[in-house]
């Protein structure tokens, strides 16, 4: 008798950069996942791992200086 069975899982996520303005996608390649790793991937390492691009795009967009004070310049 045959078996069929899953040996991996090709996956091409599409993202786009959404700015509130305008939107743009992103190129991503095909992630090539082991069948044994799928269940786990799926449900808790692709998630990290988009958390983690998601706080690289935060951090970016944070202004120089934020949070910083600067003394006012002296009255003359």
Not at 39 to 46: A, C, N
Not at 61 to 76: E, F, I, L
Request: glycine content about 6%; overall charge neutral.
């Amino acid at each position: 008798m045959k078996r069929l069975r899953l040996v991996k899982v090709l996956v091409q996520p599409v993202f786009v950069l959404d700015d509130g303005e305008s939107v743009a996608e992103i190129e991503h390649g095909t992630i090539t996942i082991p069948a044994a790793e799928w269940p786990t991937y799926s449900g808790e390492r692709f998630p990290a791992e988009v958390a983690v691009w998601q706080a690289q795009l935060d951090a970016e967009a944070v202004p120089p200086n934020r949070g910083v004070r600067r003394a006012k310049p002296k009255a003359t």
